[in-house]
């Protein structure tokens, strides 16, 4: 079936790094792909989108490319804050709607 | 705008109490679904609607009853609460269920402990 799998956290790094969290998919068909952030105690909040092969979702200086060819949609930040410490989450859609997420990834930046 | 209301934020139930998380949305959603989330399991789909009268089972529907009367209510009832059901449960709507990619938005959570 339909699925999403994200990195293993947690990830820690510190201010000004260089971020990648990656997350793969199996689907059939076309799904859209999402990033969505998780800050402490809140709900999750959509960083980014694609919804066909190529297109580049970005945010926040947060940016992810839907890989058709290797089915990926990796995450990455080119300089990261201690404000960008948070749960990510990566999550395709069905063709019947139903939206499925990766397990997560903790992010820890340090000072 | 509010958004996506859900309440209560935080609840502690008895083994076998029953209760309902409220679940609102204001912005003509027709897709409104229910997750919860535990440690190292990501989101799981509980229960979902793509409209008024309209509701279907996700990944994890067992212990959890639904209804959609309206476009803007989604309640999400346990009949008899059990340990198990302790979690973080997020209440979500969108236009569709996002496959022409649309946004989902979630509601801040309920924080559920059932000793």
């Known amino acids: 079936g339909d699925s999403v799998t994200q990195m293993e956290g947690p990830v820690t790094l510190s201010e000004e790094a260089f971020l990648t969290i990656n997350c793969t998919y199996t689907?059939?068909?076309?799904?859209?792909l999402f990033w969505y952030v998780q800050y402490p105690g809140e709900g999750l909040q959509l960083l980014l989108k694609?919804?066909?092969?190529?297109d580049k979702g970005s945010n926040k200086g947060f940016e992810a490319t839907y890989r058709k060819e290797t089915t990926s949609f990796h995450l990455e930040k080119g300089s990261v804050q201690v404000s960008d410490s948070a749960v990510y989450f990566c999550?395709?859609?069905?063709?019947?709607?139903?939206?499925?997420f990766g397990k997560g990834t903790r992010l820890h930046i340090l000072p | 705008n509010a958004g996506v209301t859900q309440t209560p934020k935080f609840q502690v139930l008895k083994t076998g109490q029953s209760m309902t998380l409220q679940c609102a949305q204001d912005?003509?959603?027709?897709?409104m679904s229910w997750y919860r989330q535990d440690p190292g399991m990501g989101l799981r789909l509980i229960h979902y609607?793509?409209?008024?009268?309209?509701?279907d089972q996700g990944e994890v529907p067992n212990g959890y009853n639904v209804s959609r009367s309206t476009t803007e209510d989604f309640p999400l009832r346990l009949l008899s609460a059990a340990p198990s059901q302790t979690s973080v449960y997020f209440c979500?709507?969108?236009?569709?269920?996002?496959?022409?990619?649309?946004?989902?938005?979630f509601g801040e959570g309920s924080w559920l402990t059932v000793v």
């Open positions: 979500a709507s969108s236009y569709s269920g996002g496959t022409s990619g649309n946004t989902i938005y």
């Open positions: 689907a059939t068909g076309y799904p859209s």
């Open positions: 694609a919804t066909k092969a190529d």
């Open positions: 999550a395709l859609t069905r063709r019947d709607d139903k939206i499925i």
């Open positions: 912005m003509n959603h027709e897709y």
């Open positions: 609607s793509v409209g008024a009268g309209i509701t």
